[in-house]
């Protein structure tokens, strides 16, 4: 007998068999009831490695998805939804019937209608109306497939926001992003499966829970990732420590959390030891796929960068590179879209077209380039707002405004996909003659949802996640694909 | 709107509500005349009365309301049949008792009481077995036996399965047999073909699609809005009659339109396209149909056999990402975009997955010319990413041979015009990337024009509102 076998049998003593059995017995009962909360279904594989690739539930068209959310919703009647009926209406008294039973985030008493505050044209060979608040996105307008009449419930940022990205205007449930990589995992094992950038100087009123996991692992949580300094906090070692020393050091530790496994055999040890080395990693790949220093000239031209800024054209074009690199979904959320007319800012006439102009050329040169690199087919891009604006003007306390700007408007407004297996050209949904509610075609958030899921190989019904009890999902327990818009 | 409502069909509508009544009570006074034998609930005796009147009461509303529901159609007529003779017996047989159990009734007291009891156990099965023929017309007649799961899983497998095929010249294609046949056999044929006949409607055949079913014919030609098939496919999906019925796949609004288009136009069975008159919001659904551009048309249409865990396993722990493409597919999906070197063992896996690889993106590795040379014996190779690598002219002479290859992708690669005499000789290929190659305008002229191509270079023009600020001075 040698001395390690020696140890082992020592350490298995009549006490620490009955300590033992008795920790045992305790911990089956508890983790019984604990299951209630948090069901561990992972497969073995995606328990050591929770980001490996796992197959959709049929082949997908696409492999990732660009999501550009505008945060504070964008005026849909100042971009894709041309009303000239309501041009005509402009400054009269908002009829009763639309306010009758309506509740609205600031407007009270009668409010005067508002026109349209932007020049209409149909582009391309799809006629599709753009405003020219988008004068590059009007030149690829047969690339873009419209939902006209999408209807949410929230007419508050936070909880629409958080209804818009994880399915329920509540707090803890999982992000699209999350679920996506959780189905999916991640094509490049140097590189999280879901990243976050953000602009437009603050984060979502929704915060960090619109991109996170939920009740899921946390591992599928959006990683936020800085177009200026760092992209990731603390990436870079400490002054004094060089990589090799890094490297010693994780090794010493997963040779630890080995022997820990080989003598407990605990699944979850080894996922700290896989969580240890991916950081590792990363530590490289992340920096080098971050870094827009090194992209030629004429792109930074194309989507009119600004390297070492934080900004929403910078984060369109890392959004490509993260793309290229095998990241599975790459959120953007550009912040300042929330155009009441209190001031200069958020003005539809003013401070609403410098936002537009920002986004415009930017958005037109990702898809210009997805689609020059052969990825736009197998890239999704979904863009859209938290909700709409109202037809009328916004008369804040019963007042009269210092500028244009519209209310928040649950009831109908604009999305739009493209590439990623969505119909070029097309559109679906239809509203008034106002553009107050929908007459036809009209989608939910969960239809959206689905639809997305739709493009990456999911039937929505059946990404679940058994959960205190029940399967979860992000649908909840409506949504349609929306088969209108998928080729 | 006010007017049109119909009283008696609106009763009929409870019927779902009410036959749940006469279940529970007349179930009820069978378990007080059977508690009421015993000493302890002796007193019971005297409620079953009043409770068989009230279940005979219920069970008369449920069979009445059933009658008018099951005149509004849309049911399996066999089981519909069936259900309404067992729910009109219930009925009788639950006033049967009643009467028996009434004081003023001519035969004795003790076979009164016989009578009753032996009754009852008539009167319960009855019950049981109307209430399940009831289940099984509102869920479908494998309802209770159904695991739930299983049953999507082959509609999933069924509409792979289905899949329509490409038309080749749209405009020349017949209206019927290319385009509406599919379709009615995707969407219409499990239930009205020769393997079942609901609604006695057959639609697998031109002339038993214009007999139509138990409600007459089906459509008007030149009548859309009269033709009960256009009625049926446009009701919302909760509505009673809606067709395909609601855990089915469901027609697309465009699918609907087409149909419309179709008996508009005089339903013919034989016109074809070019022959009708034109409909703009039918243009890009037609232009769909002669689709190599679906993108999921790529996939092999046969399965193969389960790849080689081992070298799966191995190929993973190397770093390279590999996974089915979906589903329970055995085809692979291979992806190198975490690992930037392509090693000779790498190549040799890669070869053992000969039958199973469709996809392999080795864009931004290492991947030479002369590694092409085992990529090209990946016979199944659908989709190849080779973009940004240091891939040259002769290494695309290796990929003569792939001949199934559909999608190629060779951006920032130093391919030229020699390397598109040599793709020109894939057939199958469709989509190829050349941005930033030294690919010129010459050599693009010569390119196969079935190859969708993409030479990319785009640019935005400057204009002056890109650097306008609008409202700060």
């Known amino acids: 007998?040698?001395?390690?076998?020696?140890?082992?049998?020592?350490?298995?003593?009549?006490?620490?068999?009955?300590?033992?059995?008795?920790?045992?017995?305790?911990?089956?009962?508890?983790?019984?009831?604990?299951?209630?909360?948090?069901?561990?279904?992972?497969?073995?594989?995606?328990?050591?490695?929770?980001?490996?690739?796992?197959?959709?539930?049929?082949?997908?068209?696409?492999?990732?998805?660009?999501?550009?959310?505008?945060?504070?919703?964008?005026?849909?009647?100042?971009l894709f939804d041309y009303k000239p009926e309501l041009a005509k209406l402009h400054n009269q008294d908002c009829p009763p019937s639309?306010?009758?039973g309506k509740q609205f985030a600031f407007i009270r008493g009668v409010p005067k209608m508002l026109g349209p505050q932007a020049i209409f044209k149909q582009h391309g060979e799809s006629r599709a109306w753009i405003s020219d608040n988008l004068p590059h996105l009007s030149t690829i307008a047969d690339e873009l497939s419209f939902l006209k009449a999408v209807n949410t419930d929230q007419f508050n940022h936070a909880p629409a926001q958080l209804f818009m990205h994880t399915g329920a205007p509540r707090l803890g449930r999982p992000s699209i992003g999350s679920w996506a990589t959780y189905g999916l995992g991640s094509e490049n094992s140097n590189l999280p499966g879901f990243v976050v950038l953000t602009s437009g100087g603050k984060t979502p009123d929704a915060g960090k829970s619109v991109w996170g996991s939920g009740f899921l692992p946390s591992v599928y949580q959006g990683v936020q990732c800085r177009s200026e300094g760092d992209p990731v906090l603390y990436i870079t070692d400490p002054d004094g420590i060089s990589r090799d020393l890094k490297k010693k050091t994780i090794a010493a530790i997963n040779d630890v959390n080995q022997q820990h496994?080989?003598?407990?055999?605990?699944?979850?040890?080894?996922?700290?030891?896989?969580?240890?080395?991916?950081?590792?990693?990363?530590?490289?790949?992340?920096?080098?796929?971050?870094?827009?220093?090194?992209?030629?000239?004429?792109?930074?031209?194309?989507?009119?960068?600004?390297?070492?800024?934080?900004?929403?054209a910078n984060n369109c074009l890392l959004a490509r590179k993260l793309v290229e690199n095998g990241v599975r979904f790459v959120q953007l959320f550009d912040w300042g879209w929330d155009s009441h007319g209190t001031d200069v800012d958020n003005a539809l006439d003013l401070g609403f077209r410098n936002k537009c102009?920002?986004?415009?050329?930017?958005?037109?040169?990702?898809?210009?380039?997805?689609?020059?690199?052969?990825?736009?087919?197998?890239?999704?891009?979904?863009?859209?707002?938290?909700?709409?604006r109202t037809p009328m003007q916004e008369n804040r306390d019963n007042k009269q405004m210092p500028f244009f700007g519209r209310d928040h408007h649950a009831e109908a407004f604009t999305m739009w996909m493209a590439g990623g297996g969505i119909k070029r050209g097309a559109s679906w949904g239809e509203t008034d003659e106002i553009g107050y509610s929908a007459v036809n075609g009209k989608t939910s958030v969960h239809d959206v949802q689905a639809t997305i899921l739709n493009q990456l190989g999911f039937d929505h019904e059946k990404l679940t996640y058994q959960f205190q009890g029940r399967p979860f999902r992000l649908t909840d327990v409506s949504g349609k694909v929306i088969s209108e818009i998928v080729a | 709107m006010l007017a049109e409502i119909n009283f008696t069909s609106i009763f009929g509508r409870f019927h779902p509500a009410l036959v749940h009544l006469p279940i529970g009570i007349l179930l009820l006074a069978f378990l007080f005349e059977l508690l009421s034998k015993t000493k302890r609930y002796k007193k019971l005796k005297a409620a079953v009365r009043p409770a068989l009147f009230f279940g005979t009461l219920s069970a008369v509303l449920a069979a009445f309301s059933g009658y008018i529901l099951s005149n509004e159609g849309a049911y399996d007529d066999e089981l519909l049949s069936q259900h309404k003779w067992m729910g009109f017996a219930t009925a009788g047989l639950a006033f049967l008792i009643f009467l028996f159990s009434s004081k003023s009734f001519a035969l004795p007291k003790k076979d009164q009481r016989k009578a009753v009891l032996v009754l009852f156990f008539p009167l319960v099965i009855l019950l049981m077995v109307t209430g399940h023929w009831g289940s099984s017309l509102t869920r479908g007649e494998d309802y209770l036996f159904d695991s739930g799961t299983d049953s999507l899983d082959a509609a999933n497998t069924q509409k792979i399965a289905t899949q329509r095929q490409p038309i080749e010249n749209v405009s020349e294609a017949k209206v019927y047999d290319d385009i509406i046949q599919p379709l009615l056999k995707e969407k219409c044929y499990a239930c009205h073909s020769s393997k079942k006949q609901k609604g006695q409607l057959r639609l697998d055949e031109i002339e038993l699609i214009k007999k139509g079913g138990?409600?007459?014919?089906?459509?008007?030609?030149?009548?859309?809005?009269?033709?009960?098939?256009?009625?049926?496919?446009?009701?919302?999906?909760e509505e009673k009659g809606h067709m395909p019925p609601r855990r089915e796949a469901?027609?697309?609004?465009?699918?609907?339109?087409?149909?419309?288009?179709?008996?508009?136009?005089?339903?013919?069975?034989?016109?074809?396209?070019?022959?009708?008159?034109?409909?703009?919001?039918?243009?890009?659904?037609?232009?769909?149909?002669?689709?190599?551009?679906?993108?999921?048309?790529?996939?092999?249409?046969?399965?193969?056999?389960?790849?080689?865990?081992?070298?799966?396993?191995?190929?993973?722990?190397?770093?390279?990402?590999?996974?089915?493409?979906?589903?329970?597919?055995?085809?692979?999906?291979?992806?190198?975009?975490?690992?930037?070197?392509?090693?000779?063992?790498?190549?040799?896996?890669l070869k053992i997955l000969s039958p199973q690889v469709i996809e392999l993106n080795l864009a931004r590795t290492t991947v030479s010319d002369d590694d092409l040379i085992l990529i090209s014996e990946l016979k199944e190779l659908r989709r190849l990413h080779v973009e940004h690598t240091l891939i040259t002219d002769s290494g695309i002479s290796h990929l003569q041979g792939c001949n199934n290859l559909f999608y190629l992708n060779l951006v920032e690669t130093n391919v030229s015009d020699e390397a598109l005499k040599i793709v020109n000789n894939i057939r199958s290929l469709k989509e190829l990337y050349l941005f930033n190659t030294k690919v010129t305008?010459?050599?693009?002229?010569?390119?196969?024009?079935?190859?969708?191509?993409?030479?990319?270079?785009?640019?935005?023009?400057?204009?002056?509102?890109d650097t306008l600020i609008f409202g700060r001075k």
Request: overall charge negative; hydrophobic content about 35%; charged content about 25%.
């Open chain 1, 98 to 100: 639309l306010l009758e």
């Open chain 1, 261 to 312: 496994y080989e003598e407990f055999q605990d699944p979850e040890t080894l996922t700290r030891i896989n969580q240890y080395e991916l950081a590792y990693r990363m530590q490289i790949s992340v920096p080098e796929v971050m870094n827009i220093n090194k992209e030629p000239d004429y792109i930074h031209q194309l989507y009119g960068t600004s390297p070492g800024k934080t900004s929403f």
């Open chain 2, 214 to 237: 138990k409600h007459g014919e089906i459509f008007t030609a030149g009548e859309p809005k009269e033709s009960e098939i256009i009625k049926r496919t446009s009701l919302s999906i």
């Open chain 2, 441 to 465: 305008k010459d050599g693009l002229q010569k390119l196969n024009s079935q190859i969708k191509m993409d030479t990319g270079g785009y640019e935005l023009p400057f204009l002056a509102t």
């Open chain 1, 357 to 388: 102009r920002d986004i415009d050329r930017s958005i037109t040169a990702l898809i210009l380039d997805l689609k020059q690199r052969g990825l736009l087919d197998q890239t999704l891009i979904v863009w859209g707002g938290e909700f709409g």
């Open chain 2, 250 to 349: 469901q027609l697309t609004s465009s699918d609907i339109e087409l149909i419309k288009w179709w008996i508009t136009e005089g339903a013919s069975f034989e016109k074809k396209v070019k022959e009708l008159s034109k409909r703009e919001e039918l243009t890009n659904y037609l232009e769909s149909l002669s689709s190599t551009q679906t993108v999921n048309s790529w996939l092999p249409i046969e399965e193969v056999a389960v790849a080689d865990g081992a070298a799966i396993e191995e190929l993973r722990s190397l770093g390279v990402s590999i996974g089915s493409v979906g589903g329970k597919s055995n085809y692979l999906s291979i992806s190198f975009a975490g690992k930037k070197e392509v090693e000779q063992r790498d190549l040799e896996l």
């Open chain 1, 1 to 78: 007998m040698n001395n390690n076998d020696f140890s082992k049998l020592q350490s298995v003593s009549r006490r620490y068999f009955l300590k033992e059995s008795a920790m045992g017995l305790g911990s089956l009962a508890l983790g019984s009831l604990m299951g209630a909360c948090s069901s561990n279904e992972l497969r073995s594989s995606q328990l050591l490695d929770p980001l490996s690739p796992r197959p959709p539930h049929f082949p997908g068209k696409a492999k990732s998805v660009i999501y550009l959310h505008m945060a504070g919703s964008p005026s849909q009647l100042e």
